[in-house]
């Protein structure tokens, strides 16, 4: 790795880990918190969860996996350029949306709701949960015990009541401080990564047209480009090549506005850092304008047409009905679940059920939802 900037994560300046761990020694404390990821069981399930399109729409939308991994991308592209910590930026874009339930925003909300009267359910604080406690592969410790500069990013929005909870990694929200600049890099290749891939499959399942994205100033912009260069093409390659040239100048904004501020607030320090009143990375304001303009399309054109509305509603159906299955009647969970459930009820009352059964559904797939809700039920299952 080239020289980090003074005001990147590095191993020497970590606030460590939460149960001490001998220091890796040909790894750097980062990329063993990436290499955990990686092997993780909530990682490999992000293969069948999906972002808007349930995954038996078709093989070619992005998935929770493939969309972390493009956010990987550029975030490590960005870090790059900027002089941070590209493995900490990549194991932040990993990990960051291990929590999510299945079926996208729809199970999401779904969740939530029915968690109301227990505490709701945040997918930021799923992610931290499960690689805090959830995932078991080591014998000294639960969860993958990470750094807390990867928690730190991982837990990207809390509520100020869980915040409390929290300990150090809640602190933040109560001082309203600001993360490591990884993981602010990471926020906004998040952004960048999905704004970019639904346009992609919007017009790839049809939902969306070229016409329609011309109204769109950050598409249309690079829609002229390429067809002044490229008059004749269409089709995936004129698509493509709009979209590349799209995240690229998403990119190119985002590093040189960042690196004017970070000259002129000039921290010296990730606690530096963390003591802004605002995060140091972002989009020129007019960038973030013309972001938010593709961001308010996409909301109104795709993610609320009635096609992807009745996958949303069905999903909904289908977490409403485990929850409350599973809350009716503990014996339908898995007998593992089970004591959990009755663990966690007799540790924290009556949220402790409610807590362990949305543990399992947020850990389900899309498609093992569907089987599970099919199994408990579709009468014609008891054959
Ligand atoms: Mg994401």
């Known amino acids: 790795m080239s020289k980090l900037a003074v005001y990147a994560a590095t191993d020497e300046a970590s ?17 063993r918190d990436r290499d955990r990821i990686v092997h993780s069981s909530a990682f490999r399930r992000l293969e069948y969860k999906t972002q808007v399109f349930v995954n038996h729409e078709g093989d070619m939308f992005r998935t929770r996996l493939t969309h972390s991994i493009e956010v990987a991308q550029i975030s490590r592209s960005i870090a790059r350029i900027l002089s941070l910590n590209e493995d900490l930026s990549e194991t932040i874009a990993l990990a960051h949306d291990l929590g999510h339930t299945p079926f996208g925003h729809a199970g999401q909300d779904a969740l939530n709701n029915c968690m109301k009267e227990y505490g709701g359910f945040e997918h930021n604080l799923q992610s931290l949960r499960t690689v805090d406690e959830l995932e078991e592969r080591y014998a000294d410790f639960p969860g993958l015990n990470l750094t807390y500069e990867a928690r730190e990013g991982i ?20 001082k309203k401080q600001q993360p490591n600049l990884e993981a602010q890099a990471v926020n906004l290749a998040d952004e960048i990564a999905y704004n970019n891939h639904d346009v992609d499959d919007g017009l790839r399942a049809g939902l969306i047209s070229i016409e329609q994205l011309t109204e769109v100033n950050l598409f249309n912009t690079q829609y002229q480009v390429v067809k002044s260069q490229y008059p004749k093409l269409q089709g995936r390659r004129l698509i493509h090549e709009i979209i590349r040239r799209m995240i690229n100048e998403l990119v190119v904004d985002l590093v040189e506005t960042s690196q004017q501020r970070l000259t002129e607030a000039a921290p010296e320090s ?6 802004q009143t605002v995060p140091l990375i972002g989009f020129s304001d007019s960038m973030r304008e013309r972001s938010l303009e593709l ?6 054109e795709l993610y609320r047409h009635f096609r992807v509305h009745r996958m949303t509603s069905k999903a909904d159906r289908i977490i409403r009905d485990l929850f409350e299955g599973f809350m009716q009647d503990i014996k339908l969970l898995p007998p593992e679940h089970q004591e959990t459930a009755l663990r966690f009820e007799s540790d924290f009352g009556g949220s402790g059920r409610a807590l362990a059964v949305a543990d399992y559904i947020a850990g389900m797939t899309d498609r093992y939802a569907i089987m599970e809700h099919r199994r408990i039920f579709d009468p014609s299952e008891l054959t």
Not at 270 to 275: A, M, N, T
Not at 295 to 300: G, P
């Open 270 to 275: 990730v606690d530096q850092v963390r003591e």
């Open 15 to 31: 606030r460590g880990r939460r149960f001490k761990e001998d220091s890796p020694n040909y790894r750097s404390e980062y990329q």
């Open 155 to 174: 837990l990207k929005h809390c509520s100020p009541s869980k915040a409390k909870q929290l300990g150090d990694v809640g602190e933040r929200f109560l």
């Open 295 to 300: 961001k308010r399309f996409l909301r109104n």
